[in-house]
Every structure is written in C-alpha cells, then in structure tokens.
C-alpha cells in the first residue's frame, strides 16, 4: 500500500503565507507525478499545482507568481509554497501521487493516490 499525508494547512491572515508539505510513502517503485489540488464545499476539486519527477512545473492561473511548489523526489515529498494569500484561496488542500508501486513482490502496478487533505483558511 501506498499513503500520502498532508501537513502545514492553518489559519493566515490575508496577504499571509504558509507551506504545504505532502509526502508518499510504502511499497513505492517510482513516482514521477505529484501535485496539489484543492476543493471548496459545492465546488468541484481543481488544479493548483503539478511538478514531474523532471522538475516541470504547471500552475493554475489563479496562483502563478504567488504559489511555488518543489519537490524532493528522493523522499517524495513536494511542497508548496503559498504568499500573498487571499481569501479566496480559502479551501482543503489535497496532495496527489502518481507512479508505480508493488503490489505483490514481483507485480507492480499503477499508481494514483490522494491524501486526506489539509484545510487552508485565509481570514481577518
């Protein structure tokens, strides 16, 4: 099994900054996709940003200039950097892997897998 777990999420202020971390772990073969989406109640989940296991990096027009995201590949781990927040960026953040992984000792099998999610607040 594979498990991704979110951290960082919180309370700012607008105009604030925080930093998402997300990190996979288990019976990884490879990942070569890892990337941050987020979801306000009503609403359907929607890209934030995306980094591949060559460093490529997408963002959502929404948060260019102002979100980062990077990765250390060798943990897999990426995170996100999040400044001049507004308070429309106010949603639970979610963490997305995708790869390889064993499913048995010789089967590997694709992989895709969300984590829980952490919740992003930008409020006065």
């Known amino acids: 099994q594979v498990h991704v777990v979110e951290s960082g999420g919180g309370l700012v202020q607008p105009g604030g900054s925080l930093r998402l971390s997300c990190t996979a772990s288990?019976?990884?073969?490879?990942?070569?996709?890892m990337g941050w989406y987020r979801q306000t109640p009503g609403r359907e989940r929607e890209l934030v940003a995306t980094?591949?296991?060559?460093?490529?990096?997408n963002y959502a027009d929404s948060v260019k200039g102002r979100f980062t995201i990077s990765a250390h590949h060798a943990g897999n781990t990426i995170f996100l950097q999040m400044d001049s927040l507004k308070p429309e960026d106010t949603a639970d953040y979610y963490c997305?892997?995708?790869?390889?992984?064993?499913?048995?000792?010789?089967?590997?099998?694709?992989?895709?897998?969300w984590g829980q999610g952490t919740l992003v607040t930008v409020s006065s």
């Open positions: 980094i591949t296991s060559d460093q490529i990096t």
């Open positions: 997305n892997a995708q790869g390889l992984y064993y499913t048995d000792i010789n089967k590997i099998d694709p992989l895709d897998v």
């Open positions: 288990g019976s990884i073969f490879s990942i070569n996709f």
